[in-house]
């Protein structure tokens, strides 16, 4: 029967293509061929790898370009070199300002004399104006978690760092912030763009952040101008894309009526549609503070400093008791940015305030004044700046004795459930994967695609795991994906029953929902540490930190497509005489199986988004190589290697989505 | 009528929807048919539409949805391109119109009012309703005072300083209706105004729009759907009907002479004693007609009364007082329960 496929694929394909039983078949042949040594001795040597001596060079030339590019490329009369060199000291000087306001102090250059130094704003002032700050935005409640995040910081001896991480992301948010909104606007007024920024977006964000780290310090250098710039390419695509979205979302009527009032195009814009659009643009610009809170901690790997550098250095060296508490910094950070970024989109304008002025936002005002009056007395009392040493203290060394304890105590148990998982579920899994040829999986995903969507996306993927194939990195991608295929796996088997439980229960539903959106938030960073603490290195403590954020999604998507099932559908369940039991079966979950589909699509690519930084716990698929890129700065094998992982998981979104798509249009759900 | 008086003009008036519908402008009439169509796969939203609005007068643009009633209202406001044909706003073809001189007109001369009442969220009804002065960069005093009296003459007293989420449905119209005449436009554009409000609020404010043009004087290009509401509102109906005008007439013509089965089926459910008026059917005087003479165009509904409960026919005068003729009790009743034959 294997003879008859390799002598006819043709004829094959196009009949699976016409009915999913031969498809079926045609799967089940493939993997029989490719499990089976003695069938897969059959298949010639290039169908199964390609033999290195076919594969091009590619990494070199792209290292060649891009010091080229960085060291000696002309454009006009003007090196690259210092177009690089003066964008990064304009990015430089209002991150510097902010840095020098918060943390080191500033130095105005006056002529004749030597410069003046001014220094930074005292924590009282700080701490102070950012509480108000925070019942302005958003009330009683989260101006005390600014307030104890603030004493948090200030306790523990990390403000310095922790204020040098907001400079960071709020500088990284003000230039995503505007970068976004024109970008967005630009792909709305001319529809053609998107077929430029939508891939690119794709890539910027599913590209691991190490492969674009390395070109990055080419061109700015080592530090955080550096670490800002690739903060804004990792975080500032959803600004765009959601700055889209929310203008192509308003009903056309408001663009009617800004043309029927005699908008000029600007007009029409500024003054019509984007305060129109205003809720969704928020949206956008919550996601970017947390994505930039997210990168600007990694960024520490390149030099940013701040929290994410306290972290690093815990891990490295093993202090994991200062890297716990600085994570766990990180996660207040990262609850009091979403909280505030997201009141201030839930925010509905209401009549009665016909006050002007600072009287209309008397916060606001008195914070200034109280910065104002700290940067003062940091002038004339400088010893008002610091937090008095006696009241700060560190944990740290209890909490390592606390780890070790926890690692000698439970060592027997640990060491039997990590060894229970790789003997039992990743090396077999790892082995099946590794021995697919990689024809056959070009094959399999080809017709899968083909099935939900058509020819298009079928070349598609071909192109993109050819790509992989081609570069030399097959084996490499097969490591990575065994890892997100066990984790998804898992987070599914995890996340599925709690989500379907929680949709079932209101109260068991607002539990859930305010622990997944907690847990949402924060940076993938923050995850490895616990489970370095408990599993110490290598595929299973990485599994574990991506099944934990993974998990939302895969929680989350379940239940609220369930809850999303219209009431007259459970109503008519209900009168037909269903058990809750079959309810559940035949209608809840079949009308919510869309949802669940782009669940699992979400689980997939938050797998992805972790798995690149288990690097740093010592993985083998293409993740480690994008970070021994960073190390080696060798752009060409980083850029490669992440547009690998970058191929996967774009792969895996497509065909689920389009999946999902297929099922909505056939529920008549468009 | 002297055409002078007609201040919107279409001729011909086409628009298209497909591939390469510029094409067709230099077809000949007989040559742009169906076949056509279908061979190059174009829609016609609107087809061949050539009509006169007077100054003044309300005109309605009646028909179902799809038939072509709000393509063709954007033919008039140039918020879609036509595709043939000439398409004039007083002296102005919108037709191939230069950009800066349409933003002239909509500044100046005409405005439109939304069936989803397309307010800003974040505007306050003042600011909403000013928002076409601001446009124009009328500085804030001026704007605000214009916008304080619009609100005013639409009943929105006290609500100035709200947001539009803070109002209800009928509210939101309101300020959508006073937004459309801040800049006091010749034509009043107004797209299914009401389609998106319960029933009875939808009556109050048909009367509230009846009792504004009554001081206003506009001319008006109405879009509704609901036959009911165009003859209760209309100097004039339009009824379209798969992006073609298939009759214009006044309430009472389209009853009396419905052009085809499908104008015929709108008006077969209209009461007719809400939309007949005297001067209609009065027949030749005959000596028996006696009492004080009814005006020739009062509703039948408001005289029928009177007319049931004489014995004799009741005479009918025109606005000079001359008498036309006389209703008697048989032609009431065969009117109001009859089935055409009037």
Known sequence: ?670 | MPDTSSIIRCRNVWKLYGPGTDATRDLSAAELNDTYLQTHRLVPAVRDVTLDIQKGEIFVIMGLSGSGKSTLVRCMTGLVDTTRGDMLIGDDNLTGIDARRLIDIRRRRISMVFQDFALLPHLTVLDNIAFPLRVQGKGRDARLARARELATLVGLDGREDRFPHELSGGQQQRVGIARSLTTDPEIWFLDEPFSALDPLIRHEMQDEFLRLQGTLHKTIVFITHDFEEAIRIADRIAIMHNGRVVQIDTPEGLILNPADAYVAEFTRKIPRHRVMRAGSLAQPVTPLAEGTPVSATALLADIAPRILSSDRPVPVADDQGTIIGAIDRQQVIATIFGTGAV
């Open chain 1, 1 to 670: 029967m294997s003879s008859t496929i390799l002598r006819r694929p043709q004829v094959l394909i196009a009949s699976a293509v016409r009915s999913p039983k031969s498809l079926i078949v045609v799967l089940g042949v493939i993997l029989v061929i490719s499990l089976f040594p003695a069938l897969r001795e059959t298949l010639p040597d290039w169908a199964v790898r390609l033999p290195k001596a076919w594969l091009p060079d590619l990494a070199g030339p792209i290292n060649r370009f891009f010091v080229w590019l960085s060291r000696k490329a002309e454009i006009g009369p003007l090196r690259v070199k210092d177009i690089s060199r003066g964008l990064a000291a304009v990015i430089e000087m209002p991150l510097s300002l902010v840095q020098g306001l918060l943390v080191t102090g500033l130095e105005l250059p006056l002529p004749l004399r030597k410069g003046l130094q001014l220094n930074a704003l005292p924590w009282w002032a700080l701490t102070a104006a950012l509480t108000i700050f925070g019942h302005w935005v958003a009330g009683r409640r989260a101006a005390a978690l600014v307030l104890a995040s603030c004493l948090y910081f200030l306790g523990l001896n990390l403000w310095d760092e922790a204020m040098l991480t907001l400079a960071s992301v709020g500088i990284a948010v003000i230039i995503g912030t505007i970068l976004g909104v024109l970008l967005g606007s630009a792909a709305h007024r001319w529809p053609q763009l998107d077929l430029v920024l939508n891939p690119t977006y794709d890539v910027m964000q599913t590209l691991p952040v190490f492969s674009y780290l390395v070109p990055i310090i080419l061109f700015f250098g080592f530090g955080p101008v550096a670490a800002l710039i690739a903060t804004v390419i990792y975080a500032m695509p959803p600004m765009a894309r959601n700055t889209t979205l929310a203008l192509r979302r308003l009903p056309t009527s408001v663009g009617e009526l800004a043309s029927m009032s005699g908008c000029s195009p600007r007009q029409r814009l500024l003054l019509v549609l984007l305060p129109a659009a205003r809720q969704g643009l928020l949206t956008g610009f919550n996601q970017l503070v947390m994505l930039s809170l997210s990168a600007a901690i990694i960024a520490a790997v390149i030099g940013a400093g701040g929290l994410g550098n306290v972290v690093l250095q815990g891990l490295k060296s093993m202090q994991l008791g200062r890297a716990f508490e600085a994570g766990l910094g990180i996660t207040l950070m990262a609850i009091v940015l979403d909280r505030l970024s997201r009141a201030f989109a839930l925010r509905r304008p209401s009549h009665g305030t016909k006050m002007t002025g600072w009287r209309r936002h008397p916060e606001l005002f008195c914070g200034l004044g109280i910065l104002a009056l700290g940067f003062v007395a940091a002038q004339v009392a400088p010893m008002t700046r610091d937090f008095p040493a006696v009241l700060t203290g560190s944990s740290g060394r209890m909490l390592d004795d606390f780890f070790t304890w926890v690692n000698v105590s439970f060592a027997g148990p640990i060491g039997a459930l990590r060894d229970g998982f790789v003997r039992h579920l990743f090396r077999p899994t790892k082995d099946a994967l590794l021995s697919l040829p990689w024809m056959a999986v070009v094959l399999l995903v080809a017709l899968a695609a083909h099935q939900v969507r058509g020819i298009g996306l079928a070349l598609a993927t071909t192109a993109m795991l050819s790509f992989i194939a081609i570069t030399g990195y097959w084996d490499m991608a097969m490591t990575s994906l065994y890892l997100v295929t066990i984790s998804v796996v898992i987070a599914v088997l995890i996340g599925f029953p709690i989500g379907v439980l929680a949709a079932q229960n209101p109260r068991l539903g607002q539990a859930t929902a305010l622990v997944t959106d907690t847990l949402q938030t924060l940076p993938s960073f923050v995850y490895l540490i616990p489970v370095v603490m408990l599993f110490g290195l290598g595929d299973f403590p990485a599994m574990v930190a991506i099944v934990a954020f993974a998990l939302p999604p895969a929680i989350r998507y379940p239940m609220d497509g369930i809850a999303r099932v219209p009431q007259s559908l459970t109503e008519a369940a209900d009168m037909a005489g269903c058990t809750r039991f079959q309810r559940l079966i035949h209608v809840q979950i079949p009308c919510a199986l869309p949802e669940i589909m782009l669940g699992l699509s979400q689980t997939i690519l938050m797998a992805f988004g972790m798995l690149v930084i288990t690097a740093l716990v010592g993985t083998r698929g293409l993740e480690q190589e994008t970070l021994i890129a960073v190390s080696k700065a060798k752009v060409g094998e980083g850029l490669i290697a992440g547009l690998g992982i970058s191929f996967l998981s774009i792969i895996a979104d497509r065909l689920i989505t389009h999946g999902s798509a297929r099922l909505r249009r056939r529920l008549g759900q468009v």
